[in-house]
């Protein structure tokens, strides 16, 4: 996920990315992946809200559902629930996925839903402490 939202420069790479280097990542500072800058503990409960609101029950699934499932990204074609232990996705490209009914999956959210949800979560961000707490005060609009 790009940075939306709240970030600061890598202390570790002073920004470049880079770092030095090794046989894995060659020279890609693995402080913050390449990126020059990492999102700030109040970022991350922001980001953290954000991903909260797109994880659903897999009953809650129904076709044309976007899906992102350990990185594949699929359409729900079909839902067959064929036990309580055992709920059948296919995908519109016919993958098949297989849940339980405890499962939760994360949901790809519309082009509009996603700019309400980034609206939604960065208003959350400003409300908290810097150390990415809930602020006790009602009365604090968040210090940049
Ligand atoms: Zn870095």
Known sequence: MALIFESKECARCGGTGRHSYNQIDGNRCFGCGGAGEKVTKRGQAAQTHYIDKLVISVNDLEV???VIDSGDRYTVASIVIENAHCTKVYSVSNNLYVYSVIESVRRIPTKEERLVLIK???AFQSTLTKAGAVSKRSNNKGAK
Do not use: A, I, N, V
Request: avoid cysteine.
């Open 64 to 66: 044309g559902m976007r």
């Open 120 to 122: 939604d979560s960065l």
